[in-house]
């Protein structure tokens, strides 16, 4: 038996070629995108500026809610596709917490980490009620997650009066912006806590082990003393764990909420990461580190055609557009038809 | 082409990443006749039919169909069904949502529109001529299995076919049921259809078979006339040697003394389940080898699932070692070291996907805890250590459990179980699918647990693999317990007799 110390996995060369193509692209096409310079801003911190620095910051919202995302997909073989809505409100509710019965006040009415930690059992709450649906009413994730899609943005609405709360205190801009003396933008931040934390969790739990063997097979798992129906219950509060930090960082950057453009479409963002990560989309194994990297590698690409000065409303066709080109490619009938032109050409050249 | 021959194949090769599976295999099936494709687990057989229906592509080699000249290119299932090829696998490939007629006709039906009644009224004329109990409009998942397996038949067999393929059609059909599946092969073998019937029951092979072609490690061993070949020397070619295992076990002595005393390792009163079996007793003392047995659907499998609590427990009561234990779960089960292997080894076994490695770990690691996970080189040194106890032949550890061949995922699947170092460990059809080589490893197996302490509950269809490793037999019929066998009344005409009723029932007495 052949024991491989180092385990590359292969799954993590589909969006490492997608990210390389991207790369080459914008090399050709304008290498000054690759530019990175450090400045200050308004209030006079020092940071760092560019394209990438953008793809870090933005690629970050996506990476954390891809964690939650595939999680779920492994467990259930469905998407949540409520995580935009869901985020209307848990970022209405970290305002609400914040800002009390005024709209503007003039300081917090309540630390920021009780309005996090309000957030999170919010969005878990809500994360359970998809989670619920899904295992033990056993209705389809996409179609359970639809009922919270549609009424997820009203609910942040109703929970601050439909008003539009504005924080002016000046702390509660660096969880979207900078940290006073850090140059690198705090979602980045907040985003390799949340995977190291995933991935010490991988380890010590046997949480992967359980999602993904569910996944595949829930009848043989339950067999075997798992109980599917919480794991995958568990998957979706992880979930909304992931929506409850991604809210934070949203309502962050803007001080403010707008109900029904607050991450808007990030849902299928975040599914798309997950497949550009090469994982299939009906459940069973996972790589989180490829699903990371794919959420990434969606923002590398939002950013390029941003750059190309593709306008705001044309941008999601160009985006389709690619983001077909990359998962057909990484389909296992294109892939299988690829190996075999792989071993024709390699076959040849051993002839010649 | 040789005279007669409808199916020729010269020098067929394929490989997987690590696997020769077939080795340069020459094949012949003529006219009229019925041929079986033996070997072990791994010998290739499922492969070869695979290339022949077009499942797999060969790598290289030629396939002859008659009536074609030059060799034929069979590139998908669908362009082996337009060269008269059909085939019935193993596993029912239908969908069980649809109508049998639905089953029969899908994928045939020319141009968009659909006549409904004819369809049913031809559908209903097939089946009345083979004699299959079922209608045209009834779901196909109300049948039960053997008449879906019948009906798998019929749709292939109205393909009009010049060769049929049975994979294993037996498997999960009862003494009468085969008997008609037989008489539909010799109404076709006289129509001169081509049969190449895949199957482990020797008794079958000799009762319907002309020729059989033996195959080994993916090499061509022989194809012999049935009268040339006698049983020993097919199970001999077939393994590869001679019958010394298969002796060994036979003469075992089964040392049953009789300990009043004892307090039983699992005791049941009264348990039932929602699974439709009548509430049962049940016990099993330390280091016993005992089983239940019935025809198919007598509720023999149930009846374990309700000890292991598989299926939901409605009712009775259940003590291990003499105390008290409430079982409502899988989990609860192990807790109280109580093993199950199921009988269904696609649906509740393997978690396909995972590795070989991961499948072995994993009952082990839930009952471990969650928050507990063995360390990656644990897991590895787990499966290397398993995987060369139970000889399981898989390229490597991390190898997806789905790509092994039938016995050594049940190997694997067993592997689990044992990892999990049971007191009581319940098989449930663990030889059903599975070459004569792997059965007798693992009767001889269960042997030796035994003899080691652990009582075994073996739960088999074939009764002489019963006799021969089980001390005492619980008797079902119509998910009912109807009588016990042990010592000296274990025969298989006390088995038959206790199972039909001949007298009525009156106690325990039906035994004698």
């Given at each position: ?299 590398f690409l939002t950013t390029t055609l941003y ?46 | ?95 069980p949502n649809l109508s049998v007629a639905e ?52 749709r292939a067999v109205d393909m009009e076919c ?351």
């Amino acid at each position: 038996m052949s024991k491989k110390k180092f385990n590359f996995d292969k799954q993590l060369l589909i969006p490492i070629a997608a990210l390389v193509a991207l790369v080459l692209f914008n090399l050709i096409v304008d290498p000054s995108f690759f530019k990175v310079t450090l400045g200050t801003n308004s209030s006079g911190n020092p940071v760092l500026n560019g394209y990438l620095i953008t793809i870090l910051d933005y690629g970050s919202e996506l990476a954390i809610l891809a964690i939650g995302m595939t999680l779920v997909t492994a467990a259930s073989g469905g998407q949540d596709i409520s995580v935009g809505a869901a985020i209307a409100i848990s970022g209405s509710v970290i305002l609400k917490v914040l800002c009390g019965s005024n709209t503007r006040p003039e300081t917090l009415q309540a630390p920021i980490i009780v309005a996090f930690l309000v957030a999170c059992v919010v969005s878990m709450l809500f994360g359970a009620f998809n989670g619920v649906l899904v295992a033990y009413f056993k209705i389809q994730p996409m179609v359970a997650t639809l009922i919270l899609f549609t009424a997820g943005r009203s609910i942040g609405a109703w929970i601050n009066n439909n008003e539009l709360p504005v924080i002016s205190d000046e702390s509660f801009t660096y969880f979207g912006g900078y940290i006073p003396g850090i140059p690198i933008p705090t979602p980045f931040l907040i985003a390799a806590v949340c995977v190291i934390v995933i991935m010490l969790v991988l380890k010590f739990t046997t949480l992967g082990l359980y999602t993904q063997s569910v996944g595949i097979n829930g009848s043989s798992s339950r067999l075997n003393g798992i109980n599917p129906e919480f794991v995958k219950f568990l998957t979706f509060v992880i979930l909304g764990l992931c929506v409850a930090v991604t809210g934070l960082i949203k309502v962050s950057r803007l001080s403010t909420i707008n109900y029904s453009v607050i991450a808007k479409d990030i849902e299928m963002d975040a599914i798309l990461a997950v497949a550009l990560g090469g994982n299939s989309l009906g459940g069973g194994k996972f790589n989180m580190m490829a699903s990371v990297l794919g959420a990434y590698v969606i923002q590398f690409l939002t950013t390029t055609l941003y750059k190309m000065e593709v306008s705001a409303s044309a941008l999601p066709a160009y985006k389709a557009i690619v983001v077909i080109l990359l998962v057909v490619l990484s389909t296992p009938v294109v892939r299988k038809k690829l190996d075999k032109l792989k071993r024709k050409l390699f076959a040849k050249k051993e002839v010649a | 082409m040789k005279e007669k021959a409808v199916l020729e194949l010269h020098g067929i090769v394929k490989s997987f990443p690590g696997v020769r599976a077939l080795q340069s295999v020459d094949f012949t099936l003529r006219e009229g006749e019925i041929h079986a494709l033996m070997g072990e687990n791994g010998a290739g057989k499922s492969t070869l039919i695979k290339v022949i229906t077009g499942v797999y592509e060969k790598d290289g080699g030629e396939i002859l169909l008659k009536g074609i000249d030059g060799p034929a290119s069979i590139h998908s299932p669908q362009d082996a069904q337009n060269s008269g090829i059909s085939t019935v696998y193993q596993e029912i490939t239908l969908c069980p949502n649809l109508s049998v007629a639905e089953n029969m006709f899908i994928g045939r039906t020319k141009g968009l529109a659909t006549n409904w009644r004819k369809m049913n009224q031809d559908a209903d004329k097939i089946l009345k001529s083979l004699d299959i109990p079922a209608k045209a409009t009834q779901q196909l998942g109300t049948c039960s299995l053997a008449v879906q397996q019948m009906v798998a038949i019929a749709r292939a067999v109205d393909m009009e076919c010049k060769v049929l393929i049975l994979d294993e059609p037996t498997s999960s059909l009862d003494d009468s049921e085969v008997k008609k599946l037989f008489g539909l092969m010799r109404d076709l073998k006289a129509k001169g259809v081509g049969i190449i019937f895949v199957t482990h029951f020797l008794d079958q092979v000799y009762e319907v078979c002309d020729r059989i072609t033996v195959l080994r490690d993916g090499k061509l061993v022989g194809e012999y006339e049935i009268k040339d070949l006698p049983r020993v020397q097919l199970v001999s070619k077939m393994l590869g040697k001679e019958l010394d295992d298969l002796s060994d076990i036979k003469g075992e002595p089964k040392e049953e003394e009789e300990n009043a005393n004892e307090v039983p390792v699992l005791e049941a009163h009264q348990l039932q389940s929602n699974a439709g079996i009548k509430p049962f007793d049940f016990y099993i003392k330390k280091g016993e080898v005992n089983g239940f047995t019935g025809l198919l659907g007598s509720g023999r499998s149930e009846c374990v699932r309700a000890i292991f609590g598989a299926d939901h427990v409605i009712g009775g009561s259940v003590k291990k070692n003499g105390k008290d234990v409430k079982i409502r779960k899988p989990l609860d089960a192990m807790k109280n070291g109580i093993a199950y292997l199921p009988e269904d080894r696609k649906i509740d076994g393997i978690v396909g996907d995972l590795s070989v490695r991961e499948n072995i770990i994993l009952a082990a690691q839930v009952l471990r805890g969650f928050f507990r996970p063995f360390s990656k080189a644990k897991t590895y040194e787990i499966a290397d250590e398993y995987i060369k106890l139970l000889n399981i032949k898989t390229a490597s550890a991390d190898t997806p459990i789905k790509s092994l061949s039938g016995g050594n995922q049940q190997k694997v699947i067993l592997a689990r179980w044992l990892l999990m170092h049971p007191e009581y460990l319940i098989l449930d059809e663990p030889t059903r699918g599975i070459d004569v080589g792997t059965k007798v490893e693992i009767q001889k197996l269960v042997l030796k647990l035994a003899g080691e302490g652990m009582s075994v509950t073996f739960i088999s269809s074939e009764t002489d693999e019963m006799l021969r490793t089980c001390s005492r037999l619980v008797v079902m019929r119509d998910r009912k317990v109807v009588g016990e066998l042990k010592g000296d009344e274990l025969s298989q005409s006390n088995i038959m007799k206790t199972i039909a009723g001949h007298e009525e029932e009156k106690g325990g007495e039906s035994v004698e």
